[in-house]
Structure formats: C-alpha cells, structure tokens
C-alpha cells in the first residue's frame, strides 16, 4: 500500500518560477527521501530528510518535514526545464524488521521553457 | 562507478506466458530490491534481499512471481503464467547497507502484457 500522499498531482510552471510539492504521510517515521523519475528511465535519489530534523537544503532544493502533521514539502527554486519529471517522497517506517521506502503516488512536475 | 544494469529494457508478451527479468546492482551493494511501478503509481516493493538471503517478500505475489539472488550478486525476478494486470515497470535498485538511506534504481523493464 502507498504511504504517501503527493500534493499537487500535476503542476505545471514556467522556467524560473518556484515549484512546491507536498507530501502526507501514515505512521511514524524514521526519514523521509525525496526521488526523482524523468519519463521512462529509473529513480534518482534527491535529498534524505531524519525525523528529527525539519528543514535541509541541496542546491536549488529545499525539503521541510513536519512530523506532528506527517507532512513533507519539497520547494524547487528558479526551476529549469531540466526539472521536469515525477517526483516522489518514500518513507522509511519506525521500527519493522527490514527499513523499507514505500513510495506516494508522485507529482508530476512540467516546467515549461 | 557503474549503475544499477537491468534487462531487457522492455518485453511484450501474450497473458499466460513466461518472462525473466536480470538485474546487476552497483558492486558491493548488499541489498538488492524488485519493486512494481504500475502507470501512474509509485513503486511497489515485491522483494528484499540481503546478500543472498530474502529479508521481505511479503509484497510478492508467490503464485506467479519468483526472485532469486543465488550468489548475493545479480538476481533475476520471474512471472509464470502472467496476467494482463502485471504490465508495469519493474524497477530494481540496490544500495549499500541493510538500512536504505539511499536506494539506486537501475531503467527497469518495460512490461506489457496482452
């Protein structure tokens, strides 16, 4: 079953604008990861976010991760038509026997030049 | 350092037949994992592997789909007889420890059935 839940399913914007995904999760967490996956071709990791922390920054990304409301955020700055594909949030559950990432059901994101 | 390797790229075959798929992941990546990705959907763990041992198969559907990783390298996925409502993705990914910090996915196989 999926975990989480992204928040727009599609988003459509013009380069150089600010794209901003969100994520809702069920149970608690140990980290939240952020992928991206251009048409046809494998998962690239982003970014990894610990339960304990609330934001971290990579280049151009920007992830906020709210563990009282179960919700994640990931900003894209100045976004390029490079940035266009699916992305999804995966969660690694507290505690289980095997630290699996289950996977949302993604927003795609087009940037249009 | 070379990728996740999978293949075929892509496979179509009539419902009821057979169809393997081969994944080789980054050297010395302990863990390996098959998800499903379903058009549409996020990807779907069927199966765990730690070295050559299954740490999770509880997502495989065990009457159709098969894996083994028997020398804790590459590993292969089976599907006898398949299903129209096994076309998907099948994306495999490795990484280096038990605890996924950090997945890396290889293209997958494009699998449509008809």
């Known amino acids: 079953s999926q975990q989480g839940e992204e928040d727009p399913q599609a988003l459509s914007i013009q380069e150089g604008e600010n794209a901003t995904m969100n994520c809702s999760y069920k149970t608690s967490i140990n980290n939240l990861q952020w992928y991206r996956q251009n048409s046809g071709r494998g998962l690239v990791h982003l970014i990894l976010i610990r339960s304990n922390e609330r934001e971290k920054h990579s280049g151009r990304l920007r992830v906020t991760l709210d563990t009282s409301k179960k919700s994640s955020s990931l900003l894209i700055t100045a976004s390029r038509a490079a940035d266009t594909a699916s992305y999804f949030c995966?969660?690694?559950?507290?505690?289980?026997?095997?630290?699996?990432?289950?996977f949302g059901s993604g927003t795609q994101l087009t940037v249009l030049p | 350092e070379a990728g996740v390797a999978q293949s075929p790229r892509y496979k179509i075959i009539e419902k009821r037949q057979s169809v393997a798929f081969w994944c080789n992941p980054i050297s010395g990546h302990a863990t390996l994992y098959w998800y499903q990705q379903i058009l549409g959907q996020g990807p779907k763990l069927l199966i765990q592997f730690q070295n050559n041992g299954v740490v999770d198969d509880s997502q495989l559907p065990k009457d159709r789909f098969s894996a083994e990783r028997l020398k804790g390298v590459d590993s292969t996925l089976k599907i006898q007889p398949a299903k129209l409502e096994d076309s998907a993705v099948y994306l495999c990914?490795?990484?280096?420890?038990?605890?996924?910090?950090?997945?890396?996915f290889g293209p997958g196989t494009r699998l449509t059935v008809t």
């Open positions: 995966a969660t690694v559950r507290l505690g289980g026997s095997a630290r699996q990432l289950t």
């Open positions: 990914a490795s990484s280096l420890s038990y605890s996924p910090y950090e997945q890396y």
